[in-house]
């Protein structure tokens, strides 16, 4: 049977059994795939940490076509982001994004850039250490890369662009840009607009320093969070404790 290899962040892990461990990669080339790796939480001989969630991988794998699942022959740990899961902040962020991304990330389908987004955000935390800031960024970037979030600001109305407006609104409920021309606006959006337009374009060490203002960042993660419930219909597991611990609940 051919053996094949895809590198990739662990999204999820759950264990099958007494000894098994199926894992779900977000990879840099192939389809949303699971793997299984048999025995491995009783094996001496291979480490359990190389199927722990958050940590990137190499998978060397059976291709069997027929099955929902691929066997793993070996798994490589690349890197576990050690330096960021010291701490509980840090553990928890590695949570919340890899739970974030495994909801975003349809099984079956190929997103390399959301492998490159993860893995960029894992690795700058883990070297600059874990910043608010990269909480919108992140899911900025992915919402609108998976189509769900708009990604030109014009609005809805008059077609115009929103960002030379006196004042604007992003409506969650309708996923909609209102301008102020042509709209009541129940609150002025347009400097976390202009934040967003900014983080679609730029590095996320760029965006900090044209945009240092921490504010904006805030309330660009709250409205993309309402945005976030109303798609998925309900909460992430990891949102509670994670946003308790980092002072924004
Ligand atoms: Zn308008």
């Known amino acids: 049977m051919a053996i094949r290899k895809e590198t990739g962040i662990i999204i999820q ?3 099958i059994g007494d000894s098994d461990r199926l894992i779900s990669l977000a990879g840099e080339s192939q389809v949303r795939m699971n793997f299984i790796s048999k025995g491995i939480r009783k094996s001496k001989r291979r480490a359990i940490i190389s199927t722990e969630i958050g940590c990137m991988v190499e998978v060397d794998y059976y291709d069997q076509s027929e099955k929902d699942w691929k066997s793993t022959k070996e798994i490589h740990l690349i890197n576990r982001y050690d330096e960021l899961k010291k701490d509980y902040i840090g553990t928890l962020f590695v949570l919340y994004i890899t739970e974030l991304t495994s909801y975003l990330y349809p099984e079956g389908e190929s997103h390399p850039f959301l492998y490159q987004l993860l893995s960029g955000s894992l ?20 919402l609108t890369h998976m189509g769900h979030f708009p990604s030109e600001f014009y609005c809805f109305t008059c ?5 030379s407006k006196k004042k604007a609104y992003f409506s969650v409920d309708s996923r909609e840009f209102l301008c ?42 709250l409205i993309l ?11 992430l597991k990891s949102y509670f404790e994670f946003y308790k611990t980092i002072g924004d609940l």
């Open 159 to 163: 077609g115009e662009e929103i960002l």
């Open 225 to 235: 969070n309402q945005f976030l419930r109303s798609l998925f219909g309900k909460e």
């Open 180 to 221: 102020s021309d042509c709209h009541p606006i129940p609150k002025d959006h347009l400097p976390v607009l202009k934040l967003f337009h900014i983080m679609l374009s730029k590095k996320f060490s760029n965006v900090l320093s044209v945009y240092p203002r921490e504010t904006e960042y805030k309330e660009g993660d």
């Open 123 to 142: 690795e700058t935390s883990n070297t600059n250490g874990f910043r608010k800031e990269i909480l919108p960024f992140f899911k900025l970037r992915a």
């Open 13 to 15: 892990s759950k264990d």
